[in-house]
């Protein structure tokens, strides 16, 4: 029988079915392989990319500030220094009522509150409260009970001889970064290298963990070593400042120089600032003059024109030249020396200082070897001090008559503190000229030092013969008759010359009625161990260096030769060893008394080649240092005043040459 069934023809729908399960099975392979092809995208192609912003959102990168490195002085003083204190940053988003938050804070914090506003309103998740505060600052913040606020350590620069030596040392600004002087100039080794490190938040950001600790000394900058010293520093920014305020004078400068090394023991400017109050001080105040400032130096450079005539022969000691009786016509001209002189010897010429002869002796010298004379004491190019923005100063060529006689008194051209003094070392070094400096070293970390300066020749000059020559004529400028008596000292023989000097007005051109009055002189004369330069800018109450500047210098050359304990160029008491033999040969007039003498003998009765250590308690540094030499003993000092210690004590039975520590200090 035929089957009907199996032979009936498959309906349509069917056929439909089928092609619907096969397209609905395409659709879904096609989406799986879409979702494959998308997950391959995804952990292959964009891996980095979405695995930061996962990071993103859990972790965050902390940078911690690098420790800035300390300044010393030469005996290791710390001039700047780094200490962690407390900044207030606040998530504004935490905080209820941000207007009410802006007030309390100013309050506390004695800040503008539209401005804490400001940037409260500014930042969504981050703003800085203020940076820097002091734990009382921290205190009143946290007192408030407000939500949201963090506080962060940062590194603060600090100063702790607050004024002294600050136009050099320069300051750091808020970011730590340094803004003026060795600050600047040594930024990148002060500075050191900052650390990042991976802490984990919360949603609402907040710090959780920090995973790892940097290096304290992978935080740390390198150390900068100077040559100034702290003592001679204050002794020369007191002198200078009682001359300015005695003087009535805008501003000043004074320079202590090793003249056998070039090393800068002390500079001092007035005004002067305290770096750790910068935003309280006038902006002009904060100028380090001495290195930064060209002045026209007057008759301090006359000493340079005589070397120079002497050395290049053009001249002898023994000639004499007229000095026109005070007034001397050069062209349209008139050139004037304070007092009327005649004929007068090159020493005469410095002692009165007189401009007109100096000018002749400039004259011979022609324009060619005056103009080199000045460039090879090293005016005319900087000195190399590692400061920003040294001046170089300028020595244009005398086209003119009158500039050549002008510019031999110091007018016409410029030169810096820093400048001068070091061609005065040049003198007082046996006419060669050294290369002035003020950083000793830079130390990193570990110890690898970076940089060292050593004392430098830059070139001689003139002859040794004449370097004495004319430091032996300098030391008339200080004997009766000279321009400057009032550097005269007791126990030291002194070199110097005054300075007074026109200042030209920028506005109507020419020279001003203002003066620029300074004394530079070489201690001791026979052996000099310190060049010292005053200069007061502007003096009202007199004009004339010997006057204004001279008393400074004294007081400066005073501290000095006690603090480097250099022996007295004066007649000195002889050892008491001596004594004995000494009275026998005086006469009977001016014998020593006989229990004085017996004294002496019992008290020095130890074996050759020792010393009872004398007692200096009480007496002033200068004194003390006198005695000690007198026993030949090597002094020490720290401070200054009057001895209050003395090591080791007084009837100790030493050797000679050996080394006594006095302490010294004023008393109240």
């Avoid at 800040?111 to 500014?122: C, Q």
């Avoid at 016409?412 to 950083?439: D, E």
């Amino acid at each position: 029988m035929k089957d009907f069934k199996s032979a009936r023809v498959p309906e349509p729908n069917t056929k439909w079915m089928r092609l619907r399960v096969k397209l609905l099975a395409a659709f879904f392979v096609c989406l799986l392989v879409a979702a494959f092809g998308r997950a391959v995208h995804l952990q292959v192609v964009e891996r980095d990319k979405l695995r930061g912003m996962a990071q993103d959102q859990y972790v965050r990168q902390i940078e911690i500030p690098a420790r800035r490195g300390d300044i010393f002085d030469r005996r290791g003083t710390p001039l700047a220094q780094s200490v962690e204190v407390d900044s207030i940053w606040v998530d504004p988003s935490m905080l209820p009522d941000v207007k009410q938050a802006s007030r309390a804070l100013a309050r506390a914090l004695k800040l503008d509150a539209n401005d804490v506003l400001g940037r409260l309103t500014r930042g969504r998740r981050f703003a800085w409260v203020k940076r820097q505060v002091t734990p009382r600052e921290v205190e009143a913040v946290k007192s408030l009970g407000l939500p949201g606020f963090g506080f962060a350590k940062e590194p603060k620069r600090f100063y702790p001889q607050r004024e002294l030596g600050a136009h050099v040392v320069g300051m750091v600004g808020l970011d730590g970064h340094g803004l003026e002087g060795l600050e600047m100039a040594f930024e990148d080794e002060l500075s050191g290298q900052n650390s990042r490190l991976s802490g984990f938040r919360d949603a609402k950001g907040r710090k959780l963990l920090v995973t790892g600790a940097p290096d304290s000394l992978e935080r740390q900058g390198a150390s900068v070593t100077l040559t100034l010293d702290r003592h001679l520093q204050y002794v020369a920014e007191k002198a200078l400042t009682r001359a300015v305020v005695d003087a009535q004078a805008t501003a000043g400068m004074a320079i202590v120089m090793d003249p056998t090394t070039g090393e800068l023991l002390a500079i001092a400017n007035e005004p002067r600032f305290n770096p750790n109050a910068p935003e309280k001080e006038a902006r002009a105040s904060m100028r380090n003059r001495a290195a930064l400032d060209a002045i026209e130096p007057g008759s301090t450079m006359k000493a340079f024109v005589v070397a120079s005539a002497l050395d290049q022969k053009v001249i002898k000691p023994d000639d004499t030249f007229f000095c026109e009786n005070g007034s001397w016509r050069v062209g349209k001209h008139t050139i004037h020396d304070t007092h009327e002189h005649g004929w007068l010897t090159p020493q005469r010429v410095l002692q009165v200082s007189s401009n007109i002869c100096s000018a002749k002796i400039g004259q011979l010298l022609g324009r060619e070897r005056f103009v080199q004379a000045y460039r090879d004491f090293g005016f005319g190019e900087r000195t190399g001090l590692a400061l920003p923005g040294e001046a170089r100063g300028s020595i244009p060529f005398p086209k003119a008559e009158v500039s050549l006689v002008t510019q031999s008194f110091g007018q016409g051209m410029t030169a810096t503190a820093v400048q001068m003094a070091a061609a005065w070392s040049a003198l007082a070094n046996g006419g060669v000229l050294m290369r002035p400096y003020l950083v000793s070293k830079v130390v990193d970390p570990d110890g690898v030092v970076l940089l060292e300066n050593r004392p430098t020749e830059v070139r001689r000059v003139i002859s040794p013969q004449n370097s004495r020559l004319v430091v032996s004529m300098l030391e008339s400028v200080v004997a009766k008759g000279g321009t400057a008596t009032k550097a005269a000292m007791e126990d030291y023989r002194v070199a110097g010359k005054t300075g007074t000097a026109q200042k030209v007005d920028p506005v109507a051109g020419g020279y001003s009625d203002k003066r620029i009055a300074s004394f530079v002189g070489l201690l001791p004369a026979e052996n000099p161990r310190a060049v010292i330069l005053v200069i007061v800018d502007e003096p009202k109450t007199d004009v004339y260096g010997g006057n204004v500047a001279a008393p400074a210098f004294k007081e400066i050359a005073t501290a000095a030769m006690a603090h480097l304990a250099v022996p007295p160029s004066r007649e000195v008491p002889l050892p008491s060893t001596a004594l004995p033999a000494v009275a026998a040969q005086l006469p009977p007039a001016k014998a020593v008394p006989a229990r004085a003498v017996v004294e002496e003998v019992v008290a020095e009765n130890v074996e050759p080649g020792s010393v009872r250590v004398p007692d200096v308690m009480g007496q002033a540094g200068r004194e003390a240092v006198t005695k000690l030499l007198s026993a030949a003993l090597e002094p020490q000092l720290s401070g200054s005043g009057r001895v209050v210690a003395q090591t080791p004590a007084a009837g100790s039975l030493v050797e000679k040459g050996a080394r006594v520590t006095l302490e010294l200090a004023t008393r109240q």
